[in-house]
């Protein structure tokens, strides 16, 4: 037993940065909880720069596009609220606006289950340090055999138009940039549980100057972001080179599934059945 916990140390200090981020260490651990906290709550974001090894970024970039050809494809129209529209609401209100939403997806059982992303999501102390980051009481990584960890890549022409998340929070990794686009550009706290100022809403979707800010993120960086009160984008990507993220799912509640309908609409098809082949 000690040899295969010495092991599955070695593996992740291989992939984590742990000299960057010294998480064993308390009084570092406490800094890094401290200001990604700080961040999080000022801009609705906070960004781990360089948390995992170049090696583990190119890995886990190439273990991504291995899965392309068997990857679903998603392209649709849709709106950034996932709502019907009111009767009252005019032609343009900004919840009948629709935005592009195309990209390939992969589900979890469609990745190595000995391959380095999973080794990573699986880390207990990155579950904890997200934990402690978003100020939780409890946090888990999820059970659902497709949506607990996947890959999404945005190749030449594919967007993520402007949305809010149904989700409080999302933690993804970003492994590979495109050669243009694909930036991720957002309006931190433009709604609120009480006031869904459709007017301000309106205006970053009219491209109104000085709404929005924008992410420079590096590949290997670990993002924290709070999507629900944010309306968020990622722009067109541009060249052969495509966008890669892996998206880590946790939940405050242990043991989370979904069920079949959301895996249809995410993946194309439910638990046990063959990949949707789209390429």
Request: aromatic share 8%; net charge negative; hydrophobic share 40%.
């Amino acid at each position: 037993m000690a040899d295969l916990n010495q092991q599955a140390a070695s593996r992740i200090e291989a992939l984590v940065d742990l000299d960057r981020y010294p998480l064993a260490d308390p009084d570092a651990r406490a800094r890094i909880v401290a200001d990604a906290r700080a961040a999080f709550a000022d801009t609705g974001a906070a960004l781990l720069p360089g948390f995992l090894r170049s090696e583990a970024v190119a890995a886990m970039a190439a273990e991504a596009l291995r899965l392309l050809p068997v990857a679903y494809r998603r392209d649709h129209m849709l709106t950034a609220y996932g709502q019907s529209a009111e009767d009252w609401m005019e032609p343009d209100h900004p919840v009948r606006r629709t935005a592009p939403y195309r990209m390939w997806v992969t589900a979890t059982d469609q990745m190595d289950p000995a391959g380095p992303t999973l080794a990573v999501y699986d880390w207990q102390p990155l579950t904890d340090l997200v934990r402690d980051i978003l100020g939780l009481p409890a946090l888990y990584r999820v059970a659902d055999p497709l949506m607990r960890c996947n890959f999404t890549i945005l190749r030449d022409g594919d967007a993520h138009g402007w949305h809010f998340d149904g989700n409080d929070f999302v933690v993804s990794l970003l492994l590979q940039k495109p050669e243009e686009g694909g930036l991720f550009e957002y309006a931190p706290g433009i709604r609120s549980g009480r006031d869904e100022n459709y007017d301000g809403v309106r205006a970053v979707m009219d491209d109104t100057p000085g709404l929005t800010r924008f992410q420079d993120v590096a590949p290997g960086t670990l993002v924290l972001f709070r999507g629900r009160q944010a309306l968020h984008r990622v722009t067109p990507v541009r060249g052969a080179r495509p966008r890669v993220i892996a998206l880590l799912s946790y939940d405050e509640r242990p043991e989370q599934v979904w069920g079949p309908d959301s895996h249809r609409r995410v993946f194309g098809r439910t638990v046990g059945e063959p990949a949707v082949v789209c390429v």
